[in-house]
């Protein structure tokens, strides 16, 4: 088992820039897929973005391509997502997930993921 804990998140300006971390604890983070999930008042959650277990393959969602990376340290049992050019519309709790997979390609689908963190909340303000 795996327990998550994300950080870094707040209020920011429209344009601004955040970084989320998702610390784990509780077995070597290199065992799993890691995605960024969010959900917005009255909205269902959403991925935004994944990466595989060694960080090799990553996924971005249409709507934060360009803007938002995901990046692993493995060392440091830490994954991040970083969040430039920040939009009204960002804003949402994010969630970090871990999916217990070596797979190539980081799932997409939500019900694959088997451990989640308490989330962090992200408020862009315009």
């Known amino acids: 088992q795996v327990q998550l804990v994300e950080s870094g998140g707040g209020l920011v300006q429209a344009g601004g820039s955040l970084r989320l971390s998702c610390a784990a604890s509780g077995r070597t983070l290199s065992m799993y897929t890691m995605g960024w999930f969010r959900q917005a008042p009255g909205k269902e959650r959403e991925i935004v973005a994944a990466i595989n277990w060694s960080g090799g393959s990553t996924y971005l969602a249409d709507s934060v391509k360009g803007r938002f990376t995901i990046s692993r340290d493995n060392a440091k049992n830490t994954v991040y997502l970083q969040m430039n050019s920040l939009k009204p519309e960002d804003t949402a709790a994010y969630y970090c997930?871990?999916?217990?997979?070596?797979?190539?390609?980081?799932?997409?689908?939500?019900?694959?993921?088997?451990?989640w963190g308490e989330g962090t909340q992200v408020t862009v303000s315009s």
């Open positions: 997930a871990a999916d217990f997979t070596r797979a190539i390609r980081p799932s997409r689908v939500i019900g694959e993921y088997d451990y």
